[in-house]
Structures are given as structure tokens and as C-alpha cells.
């Protein structure tokens, strides 16, 4: 699962946060404290201060779309997992989640 800084950062992106109902299988929201939690889908008490949405890898790749070109795990001794565009080259990240969302927010930064 993505964490909370890299989703919100998809977010400022404009990667969407809701379905057609208004709802995220998944986000993260603020509490009044300023301190950040996970909550589950259609919770009620989740919808208090900002909510960020956690996409799923078909979440991404729907966004990426013709863009996308793969997604590989690189190197057991670095555990890092690598994606790729032929726009932006080849991106990293520590999960399969976490390269296909960097390879979005470098597409992004270079259009």
C-alpha cells in the first residue's frame, strides 16, 4: 500500500480520489490533531478533516494508460521494483504501488 505523503501527493497531482458513488476503497484522513490514519471503505467517521485516496495498481495503471510500458522487481538485494515509460525513462520505488505512482507524478512533471 502506498503511504500517506506519496498519496498525497497524487492527490495535489490530480490522480482522482472517488468513484462514481463518492467513495475510496481505501484513504487516509487528518484528525484534529494534524496526525494521519487509515480508514476502511465508507466509514463515516473517516470523513472528518482531508481525506486522501489510496489507489490500487489498477488504479494507476487506468491512469497511466498507453504511457505505461512495464513494471519489474530490479534486484532482490535492493528490493526496489522499477517501472518505465518511453516518455520519462525508468522510475523506482519500494513496491510495485510506489514505482507505477512515481512513474505517474514523472509523467506529469514532464508534459
Same mark, same amino acid.
Given at each position: 500500500?502506498?503511504?500517506?505523503?506519496?498519496?498525497?501527493?497524487?492527490?495535489?497531482?490530480?490522480?482522482?480520489? =472517488?468513484?462514481?458513488?463518492? *467513495? $475510496?476503497?481505501?484513504?487516509? =484522513? *487528518?484528525?484534529? /490533531?494534524?496526525? *494521519?490514519?487509515?480508514?476502511?471503505?465508507?466509514?463515516?467517521?473517516?470523513?472528518?478533516?482531508?481525506?486522501? /485516496?489510496?489507489?490500487?495498481?489498477?488504479?494507476?495503471?487506468?491512469?497511466?494508460?498507453?504511457?505505461?510500458?512495464?513494471?519489474?522487481?530490479?534486484?532482490?538485494?535492493?528490493?526496489?521494483? $522499477?517501472?518505465? $515509460?518511453?516518455?520519462?525513462?525508468?522510475?523506482f520505488g519500494s513496491s510495485p504501488e510506489q514505482a507505477l505512482a512515481n512513474? *505517474?507524478? /514523472?509523467?506529469?512533471?514532464?508534459?
Amino acid at each position: 500500500m502506498l503511504d500517506f505523503e506519496t498519496c498525497q501527493r497524487l492527490k495535489k497531482a490530480g490522480f482522482p480520489q =472517488y468513484d462514481a458513488d463518492g *467513495y $475510496s476503497p481505501t484513504e487516509f =484522513y *487528518y484528525d484534529e /490533531s494534524g496526525d *494521519y490514519h487509515w480508514c476502511g471503505e465508507k466509514h463515516d467517521d473517516c470523513y472528518d478533516g482531508l481525506r486522501v /485516496s489510496v489507489p490500487f495498481i489498477e488504479d494507476i495503471l487506468k491512469e497511466l494508460g498507453e504511457d505505461f510500458c512495464d513494471l519489474e522487481f530490479t534486484t532482490p538485494k535492493q528490493s526496489e521494483w $522499477s517501472a518505465r $515509460s518511453l516518455k520519462t525513462g525508468i522510475v523506482f520505488g519500494s513496491s510495485p504501488e510506489q514505482a507505477l505512482a512515481n512513474l *505517474y507524478l /514523472s509523467l506529469l512533471a514532464h508534459d
